[in-house]
């Protein structure tokens, strides 16, 4: 499912720091189109970082970011017309509280995308059965429980019809039996053929889904490979090292 | 004691209602034009330009660090000086009543505004929503329940602040307690005709407020 030949996020030299402390530190990649890519990573070691900067949420120092052909770094890019390609699922879910689980899709395509109502709502419809919520739909997200909060997160992105989408370690703020109905939904994504990036702790998952492996550590890509070479066939000290403390 | 409340009140009834249409008018008045002036600065301080941000720090500044009495007398005694048009008394006063809810206002509508997780907002503009939209129709609904009770108070401190117009004579609800005393020489009876007419006027307004902070609740 992977095209080769389609390089859909080209990161060049990327470098990012919060006053004086250093976070990104010179990070190069390419991401295929159709590719599945698990980052993983110590906390502060730079991933989530790494992954707000490609929808331009936190803004490189220097460095660039070609989504698509088209170099988003630059000064005069609409970014807005490129963050609806590009979606993101956050760790604290971020639902909209105040508009109804339907609305909370709706919103943004027919707002930005102009999209007709009756359009919006069917599409959302689609999608919540697609994931198991189509009995909340007239529902408030509070009434939801936290992996039912991710999973409207996920289709809330997918309605924008985006070519590929970020997840900032999607699980971490899940009670561990909501993890499951949340990696499926992800997993099928995957499956479905979805260029997706995923910065996440649960090392069983990026293993199953994977079609590549990051491990940044001190703002650089230490090692990557598939899931057998990062996992099994460690060549890093350093990576050796996390997964140490991360497996067992 | 009733009894002399009830016969003031006989005798001299309308000078209280009077009185209290006064604070009425005084109070929403200022707190209708306050609260429009109060949300353009609270936008204007929002947006990024330094030096914009710097003036209303400087407004607000000023304006909650010196007595309301202060600024009523300033508005009195100076600011007709200056204008090419002639004001009212009142008008005067009610300038200067507007001017500090502004800063008020400006506070409760920012502080109700930033209070609003960044969450919301990094979502909504990952989504590709514009950041007019994502204040629109993200923050500004969901801001608004921080921001009404907080309004709703201004409210009552305007109804008790208005009467500090009663130092120059407008028709207020203090100013017909001391219409009443100076006529009648009763001070404590009149005095508290208009304490129960200001606790009548707070509590009408606490009760709706009540009612308007549950609607807005509804999804909570």
């Known amino acids: ?248 | 004691m009733l009894q002399i409340i009830a016969s003031i009140w006989q005798k001299y009834g309308y000078v209280y209602i009077q009185g209290a249409w006064g604070t009425i008018y005084i109070a929403v008045l200022t707190v209708l034009i306050g609260t429009l002036l109060g949300t353009l600065l609270a936008f204007l301080r929002l947006t990024r330009s330094r030096i914009l941000q710097a003036v209303i720090r400087l407004y607000v500044w000023i304006l909650r660090g010196t007595p309301a009495l202060l600024q009523i007398y300033f508005f009195y005694f100076f600011v007709p000086k200056y204008l090419p048009f002639e004001m009212s008394e009142r008008a005067c006063i009610m300038m200067a009543l507007v001017v500090n809810a502004s800063a008020y206002v400006e506070e409760i509508i920012r502080a109700g505004i930033q209070a609003v997780d960044r969450g919301q907002t990094e979502a909504a503009r990952s989504l590709g929503m514009t950041a007019r939209h994502t204040m629109t129709h993200i923050i500004l609904p969901q801001a608004i329940k921080n921001i009404l009770p907080a309004l709703g108070n201004e409210f009552i401190v305007m109804i008790k602040e208005a009467s500090l117009a009663s130092i120059f004579f407008i028709v207020e609800i203090t100013s017909a307690f001391k219409t009443v005393q100076s006529a009648t020489f009763i001070t404590i009876p009149a005095l508290v005709i208009s304490g129960g007419l200001y606790l009548l006027l707070t509590t009408v307004l606490s009760f709706f407020m009540k009612l308007a902070e549950r609607r807005l609740q509804v999804n909570d």
């Open chain 1, 1 to 248: 499912m992977i095209d080769r030949t389609k390089e859909l996020i080209v990161v060049k030299d990327l470098y990012k720091s919060y006053g004086k402390l250093q976070v990104l530190r010179g990070i190069d990649q390419t991401i295929f189109e159709g590719e599945v890519v698990s980052i993983i990573g110590a906390s502060g070691s730079g991933k989530s970082t790494f992954l707000r900067c490609l929808n331009l949420l936190e803004v490189p120092d220097s460095g660039s970011i070609v989504f698509d052909g088209q170099e988003i770094t630059g000064k005069k890019v609409n970014i807005d017309a490129y963050r609806q390609r590009i979606g993101m699922v956050f760790q604290h879910f971020n639902v909209f509280p105040h508009l109804k689980v339907i609305d909370n899709i709706t919103v943004t395509p027919c707002l930005e995308k102009k999209m007709d109502k009756a359009k919006a709502v069917s599409l959302a419809e689609d999608l919540l059965r697609r994931v198991g919520l189509y009995d909340k739909r007239d529902e408030y997200p509070t009434k939801l429980s936290g992996g039912q909060k991710q999973r409207l997160a996920i289709v809330r992105a997918l309605a924008m019809e985006p070519q590929v989408i970020l997840f900032d370690e999607p699980t971490s703020a899940l009670d561990p039996e909501m993890v499951k109905e949340v990696l499926d939904v992800i997993g099928e994504l995957a499956r479905s053929g979805m260029t997706i990036l995923i910065v996440t702790h649960e090392m069983g998952f990026a293993k199953k889904v994977s079609d590549r492996v990051l491990f940044i550590d001190e703002g650089q890509i230490v090692e990557q490979g598939t899931p057998e070479e990062v996992f099994e066939n460690t060549q890093t000290e350093r990576c050796r090292d996390f997964l140490n403390k991360v497996l067992y």
